[in-house]
């Protein structure tokens, strides 16, 4: 059994500064992508960063220069590092991987409620 484990988020002012960590554990597996997704009250889910196959990475527009993802194949882990907050940020955070057991698979973690407000 695959499992991501989130940890980190919370509450922050405008501004300011969080980071959240993301670890995959479980059955003998192939780390193929990580990254995080965020879903606001009433918006879809989207995607905030990743780190894909190849080692690059994609960044939503509006975090673009205040967010940085970083991922470690192998501790298995990825982190996001989130600065200059903005209201806009507060979202449901959602740790995603594809992972290779047997074939490539979609994971997700129980997601982290991040808060920014003054």
């Known amino acids: 059994q695959v499992r991501l484990l989130e940890s980190g988020g919370g509450a922050a002012q405008p501004g300011g500064d969080l980071e959240l960590s993301c670890k995959a554990s479980g059955r003998l597996f192939v780390v193929n992508a990580m990254g995080w997704y965020r879903q606001a009250p009433g918006k879809q889910r989207e995607l905030v960063a990743i780190?894909?196959?190849?080692?690059?990475?994609n960044y939503l527009d509006s975090v673009k220069g205040r967010f940085a993802i970083s991922r470690d194949n192998a501790k298995k882990t990825a982190r996001l590092q989130m600065r200059l907050l903005k209201s806009e940020d507060t979202a449901v955070y959602y740790c995603?991987?594809?992972?290779?057991?047997?074939?490539?698979?979609?994971?997700w973690g129980q997601g982290t409620q991040v808060t920014v407000s003054a």
């Open positions: 995603y991987a594809n992972l290779t057991t047997d074939l490539p698979t979609d994971y």
């Open positions: 780190v894909n196959r190849d080692w690059t990475t």
